[in-house]
């Protein structure tokens, strides 16, 4: 009987856990298509915000782009790690620090043995790995995630442009998981500073024909620093998206694997009640044998 016991309490376990991970399913579906919303409006403006820029800057002199378009010899580098403040979402966290980690080993092996890669973390679950790594680590704005506006995350690329533009930096990336659906999450490493050039040649996009005011170099001064923010906006709003996708993922799996563990442990429980019953018959049977012989 005391295994029938120990079955029931998982069972209770098990049911209590499946009613966990189905509530948190439904309030991840709630907040996916808000951020499903936000970063799908978001995608067009940036993409268009980034021709523009091209499209002025391509007939331009090489240091038109000023201070965040000026290419050094990359000896200092940023990363940009954005992740989630929580987790129980699958792989979503441990694909941004696997993915930052594989980066400094192998593309940036030289400045990382020369203590010049640092990594800042957008998210709780990256700061608290790349935290227990001082030589890497360069702090976090985790509170970004409090209130997801432009303004907050505004502030984040004013601090690393500042950065870059006193030479602390010569290079910053950002890597982030980029949305494309509830089920796939894309990591994706994007250049933020310096800006890249314009494509060239047959690349090279066709300028439209802009009426400019005020000029164009001033105009393009004005773009550039607007642009980084975007960037780091999109990532942000991007990974925000992803997360909740990835977390009702996770747990829609764990709410049906919840249910086959039931099926299980409810065979389980009956094999084991059978069993006892069966017992206690034979028991009587033999008892009653024992009487009449």
């Avoid at 954005?82 to 441990?94: E, I, K, P, T």
């Avoid at 679950?125 to 976090?140: E, M, N, R, T, W």
């Avoid at 747990?251 to 299980?264: I, P, Q, R, V």
Wanted: with cysteine; hydrophobic share 45%.
């Amino acid at each position: 009987m005391a295994n029938l016991k120990e079955v029931r309490n998982r069972i209770a376990s098990v049911n209590s856990t499946q009613q966990i991970t189905k509530a948190m399913k439904m309030v991840s579906a709630a907040k996916l298509r808000r951020a499903q919303d936000a970063i799908i409006m978001m995608r067009p403006y940036a993409a268009k915000l980034r021709e523009i820029m091209e499209n002025i800057s391509g007939s331009l002199d090489g240091n038109t782009g000023g201070q965040f378009a000026a290419v050094r010899p990359v000896q200092k580098v940023l990363i940009i790690a954005v992740n989630s403040n929580r987790g129980l979402c699958g792989a979503f966290n441990a694909n941004i620090t696997r993915t930052v980690n594989r980066m400094i080993r192998e593309n940036y092996a030289a400045q990382a043995k020369s203590g010049n890669v640092k990594v800042l973390c957008i998210g709780k679950k990256a700061s608290d790995f790349f935290s227990k790594l001082p030589a890497v680590y360069a702090g976090q704005h985790n509170d970004v995630y409090s209130n997801l506006a432009f303004e907050n995350v505004a502030k984040v690329a004013e601090v690393v442009m500042t950065q870059f533009a006193a030479g602390e930096y010569d290079k910053v990336e950002v890597v982030y998981n980029q949305f494309k659906n509830a089920a796939v999450q894309n990591v994706m490493v994007e250049q933020v500073l310096p800006i890249a050039p314009a494509a060239s040649g047959k690349e090279k996009k066709q300028n439209n024909d802009y009426i400019f005011e005020p000029a164009k170099e001033e105009l393009v001064l004005e773009l550039i620093p607007k642009s980084i923010k975007i960037q780091i906006y999109k990532a942000v709003l991007d990974s925000h998206a992803s997360e909740h996708g990835a977390r009702m993922t996770a747990m829609s799996k764990a709410t049906d694997n919840a249910g086959e563990l039931l099926k299980d442990l409810r065979l389980s429980y009956n094999k084991a009640r059978q069993a006892a019953i069966t017992g206690e018959i034979l028991e009587i049977v033999a008892g009653a044998e024992a009487l009449n012989g």
